[in-house]
Structure formats: C-alpha cells, structure tokens
DNA sequence: GATGAATGAGTGTTCATTCAT
DNA sequence: AATGAATGAACACTCATTCAT
C-alpha cells in the first residue's frame, strides 16, 4: 500500500527538481520519468498532462496562499471603509492602525511563503509557459481592492468616485509592490526569521511611500 | 548593396514581430524566415543563432539604456560621497537635493524607455529563455551602488562598513524598486507624457519610502 | 451475479457508442472503459483484446445474418439446378419466378437488417481494421453461388463449365451489387418500411440489369 | 539538379508503398522515412504533414478525374435537358441515345482509371482517415445530377418538381451504382482492356436496370 | 471480478542548426 | 548573399496490453 504511491511521489519529486532546474517550458517529460526509473505512459497514467503534473506540485500551495491572501484582505477592507468620510488626522490614525494589521497580515502570509518556498519558488519564477505565469498579477489584484479602500480613506474622499486616473496608478503600483515585497522576500531570504526581521524594513519603506504619495503635492 | 542589407532588416523586423508576440523561446526562426520570405540559411548568414539574433534587436537599445544608468548613477555617487561625515540635517538636506537630481535622471530614463518601447517591452517581458532575461537583476546592480552611498550619507555613517546586512537588504530592495519603477511606467504607461506624470507620485512614494527607512527604529 | 454481468454489459454499451462514433481503428479502449467506469483491466478479463470485444458486439448479428443468406440461396440454388438444360422461355419464366423468391427473401434480409440496425451499420462503414472489414466481400460470395446457378439456367447453359471469363465477372458483378442494395437501404433508409418500399424499385432495377446482361449481344 | 529531387521522388515512392500496404491511418511517416533512407526532418521539408504527403500522392490524378466527371456529365445534362416535355418514345430513343454517349464517356473515365490505376487504388481503398475518404461520395453527387435529367426525361415528366421521394432514392441509387461500375473495374480488372470489355456488360446491366425501373409499375 | 500500476513501442510533429552549392 | 536540402534529437502524448494483487 505504501509503495503503491512510491512511483507518484518520486515521478512528482523528479519533476520538482526538473521544473525548478528548467522552468516549466524546458522541462521535459521524458527526463523526469527517466529520473523516476518509469517509462512516460507511468506519468500519463498519475497525471493527464504536463500543465497537470505541474499543477498537482503547487495546487494545494497556491490555494492556500488564494485563501490567506483573500480573506484577510477582504476582512480589513470592510473594516477600513468605515473610515470614509472622517476628517484627515483621524484617517490617518487609523491608517496607521492599519498598517500595524497589514505588518500582521504580512507576518502570515511570509510564514506561509516560506513553509512552502520550494513551491513558491516554483510559481514565482518558474512557472512560465504555465497557466500558472500570471499569479502575481492575479495577486495584485486582490490587494488592489483593500488598498483602494484604504487610499480612499486616507485621502478623505468621500467615494470611489473620485478617484482618477493618477490615483488609481498609484494604487495599483502599491498593491504590486505590496506583492513585489512578499515575492522579494520569499527570493532573497533563506529562512523566514530572516524574513521578518527584513520586512520590518520593508514595511517602513512601504508606510513612508503611502505618506509620501498621500500628501503629495504634485 | 542596398537590398543586401533589405534581407537582415526584413529579418529583424519579422523577428520582433516573432519575438514580440511568442517570447524568446516560443518564438520559431522557421517562422521568422518564412515572414521575410527568406530560407533559414540566409539568417544563419546574418546571424551566428537564436540569441545572436535577438541580440542585434536589442543591443544597441540595451547600450544606451546602460550607458544612461551608468553614466547618471555613478557620477552621482561621487558627487554624493563627499556628504559623508556630515551632520544629518545638512545630509537630509543633500539627500533631498540627491532626490531632485534623481528625479532628473529618471526623467531622462523614461524619455528613453519610450522612445525605445518596443524593444524594452522585449526585453523586459519577453526575453525569459535567453542570456538577457536578467536584464533588470543587473540594472539593480548598476543602481545599488549608487544608493549605498546615498544611504551611508543620510544614515550618517561615516564609511560602508558600518552597513549591516539589514542595511544592505534594504538598500537592494529600494534599488530593485526604482527598477520596477521604470519598468512599471515602460509596461504600464502608453506613452511619455503620461510616463513622466505617473512619475511624480512614483517618486514621491519612493522618497517617502526612503525617509521611512531611513527613519525607522525597529 | 447480477451485478457481474452489469459491467460486460455496461463495457459492450460504451464500445458500441466508442466503435460508432470513432470507427474500429480511431476507438480507444480507454476510453471505453472511462466511460463504462472501469479500469482496463476489467476489459481484459470479459474480454481477449479489441478485436474480442468488437466481436461480441457484432457476433450474433453476424452470425444471424450469414444464416439468413446461406440458408435462403442455398435452397434456392437446388432449387434453379433443375432448370439447367431446360430451353429458354421457360428458363425465362423459372428466372421471373426466381426473382419473386428473391424478392421473398430480400424482404426477409431487410427486415434482419433493420431489426439489427446498428450493428449493421458497424460492421457496414466503421469495422476498418478490424477482421470484419471484409464482411460484403464475404456477403457476396455466398449469393455468387446461388446466382451463378441462376445465371447458368437463364443463360440455357447445359453446365458450370461453359462459362466465360465474362460471364463470372458479371455475376461477381451482379451478386455485389445484390449485396449492395441491401448495404444502400440499410445505410440509406431509416426504418424497415420506407427499406421495403425502396427495395421495390432497386428490385425492378436488378431484373431488368440481369435481362439486360441476359439479352446483351457484344 | 537531378538527384536534388531524388529525395522527394523516393519519399513519395515509400509513401506510395506504405500506404498501399497500410492504409492512410495505419501508415508511419517513420517507417516511409526509414524506407527513403532520410530523417523524418527531411519529410517535413518536402511536404505540411501527413495528409500533405498523401495529398501529393493523388491530387493530380483525382483532379483529372474530376475534370473529366464533371465536364462530361454537366455536358450531357444540358443536352439531355431538351428531352423534357417530349412523348415517351422519343424520350426513349433520345435515352438510349444518351447511354451511348454514357458508354462513350465511361469508356474514357475507365482509360483514365487504368492510366493511374495505382492512385486511384490508394483513392479508393487506402484514404480512410485522410481527407479524401468520400471520394466515391463526392462523385456520385456529381452523376447524380446528371442522373436526375435523364430520369426525368425518360419518365415524361414536366419538371424536376413531379420528383417523389422514391424517385430521388432510385436516382441516387443509380448514380450510387454508375460509380460503383467504375470502382468495380478499376478495382478487379487488371488492365484497361479487360476493363474496356467487362464494362460492355456492366452496362447492358445498368441499362437494362434503368428501363427496369423506368417502367416498373409498383 | 476488477483494480491500480506500468510497460514499451509508437504517433505525428517541431526545433535550431549545418552545409554544399 | 542566399538557397535547398537535410540532420538528429527532441517534443508531448497515446496506444493496446499485461499482471500482481
């Protein structure tokens, strides 16, 4: 029974290591089966595909990542919207409050990155020619919204409506380099002490660039 | 003589519309030759392989964009070096004298991203596969010394070797960022005007970011 | 017990569906187990191998059907010897009355064929490949017989031996074309009386072909 | 200049052979290649793929054969249109009139059959799977047409409006039958001449069969 | 009766590259 | 300066079949 799934595991082992070697384009089949010690009809049999073998690698990961991304930020976007409509010092105290929550999210979701960093490895920067090549925009997007809520607040508008075209810029190179900050971390960090401890910066950096942008003159 | 040169510059412009819409290593030299109405023979006469002919789309583009970094970057250093040992007032001062001479230069990258477009879109999304697909790993570089200097200056350090490996962490990050910052408006933006509007509150997140670095206590 | 028979039952259900739709050679065995719900090696235990399981399929029908045609124009053929040597009119005269049993009998074929319309049409235009391929082929062989008989009484020949090179490439001829009437009504037709009534026509169509060879002069 | 081509030459020899021997399904490109003495690279120069190789085995002849199809018959229509509206007789004579201009043409088409006798083999009998697979189909539609002035001239009918189901279902069938006639050569005779002499009796059967059918009461 | 696993040979097709002419 | 021809290795994928359990 043990040895049944043996042959999967090491054809999904052999493929890690191929993938990430090569990136999901240059990865050849017949290689990871004859890593294996199987013929390619063993993987046809396991998987439907290539794009299936690489998918049975990051699924449960990017799902994961989907959920904590997704809640979270969908939790603190209600919460922030309540600030619309207050004066600015008071918007700004909480803005400050939710920047502490975000340092708390990020906490999570860079402990999560890093449970699973060989996979997230894989996604970020080999996963190319994949239906996969598009998570950190996909990403992006998520933040996107909680961030525009937030801005929304900060600024003192009393809509979405207000927002122009420079605003929503704006917005959406912060969610990107929200993201940009996890995946720098996830690449050039070896352990997820190092980590924190580098996001402490990071996010200073990053709450200094909303002050900067929201008073902005120009 | 004239239609000599015809030949290669039918073949450049069929391996941009090649490369453009597969990427590097999607992209077919078959296909390319039969656009130009040529044999693969005549490319292999032009060009040495593959990477020799994306090479001749992107080089000189590549040279200038270099040349412009370097030279602009580096002639700052100096320039900010001498600010070393000074007190924090005057090299907060300095720093933001720095940031407008920054701001200069970038005005002057992103004129020449977009005068450039196409082939810097090339390179920036669609050379993954050959030999230029760490372009802005290596524009970081050409930045990141530049910004320990101007780092060391508004820390007040008195020499880089009191940079701790936080330090440099985040100096690599805000380097990295001000790459992404470029290739965010090359990739994102449709033309200069709107490039260069877009880049003031870019630049005033990133210099809100810096203060906040350079402030921070944790 | 019950259930036993349920998946042979279910396999030959889906490989009929798989046979029909993709034709002998194009029809994946996989498939059809995927669609019965079953592994492969289900398969192999109800059956040898694809050619088996194809059998199965057509066996019966085949076997009712090659009944039908030995039995009907076997008997017929003792029965035409007898005009051997007789002279022409009455030759003619048996022949009209050969024909209305052949008529009997043709009604009698439609009505299997219809009865048994899909295998039919299986083993009619998607066997290729399979050992079934040449069933008309065989189809026609028996009816040469009865028919070479016929055409030898018809003819006032006094045996077998008279016969030319051309007349038995005529009778091949017309005792093809026999089983091509039965082919085009089962393909053509969509039930068993609108079979009955074209056969009519295609009926009038032989007599007045075999007359015509009959009376043919060059 | 001569042995430039000796490759393409023997790819299409080995084609010839392989799907003679197979069929167009069953034939490998592989084996041809092993056959021809090349890579399969080679193959992909000369021709698009599969189908193109065996397309290039036949078009030529198939589109002789249809030239001559289709002017001779759509000639014969226009001149057997005139018959419609005249007395029985008439329409008779002019009918056994138009099965001598039938023979006359059938005799051509046989010629054309032996010329290319090989092709028109692989055509009829070794196409299942390429794109040429209804030949036979394709053909009898354009007697068919044919085939409809002449029923309609003979029956005395005014227009091809008076046409019932059943008269369609005969025409078809005869049209069906014309072109089996030519199969039926070109597939058991084993030279022109022999074709030329068994189709003398071929079409005494058709004949007779038309007349059959002509004045078939039922 | 049936599964789950695996084989091994095969498929058509594409690739960058080479080279004599 | 360019062609036409060819290589040879590689590709993802499918197949009917087998067999221990």
Known sequence: MENEKETKKKLLECAMKE??????????LRNICKEAGVTTGALYFFFKDKEDLFGNLVAETLYGLDTIIENHFIEETT???ALAGGDMSVAALAAAQGFDDDM???RGVIRYLFKHKEI???LLTKSQGSCYENLPDQMVSKVEEHYTSMYV???GY???RKLTKEDKFIIHWMSHDQIDIFIHIATHCKNVN???KQMKNMMAYMIGGWYGVINNKY
Chains 1, 2, 3, 4 share one sequence.
Not at 20 to 28: I, N, P
């Open 19 to 28: 993938f990430s070697e090569k990136g999901y384009m240059k990865a050849s």
């Open 79 to 81: 919460a922030t919207k």
């Open 104 to 106: 708390e999210i990020a």
């Open 120 to 122: 997230i490895d894989l």
């Open 153 to 155: 607040a900060m600024k």
């Open 158 to 160: 009393k809509s979405k």
């Open 194 to 196: 190092e980590g924190e």
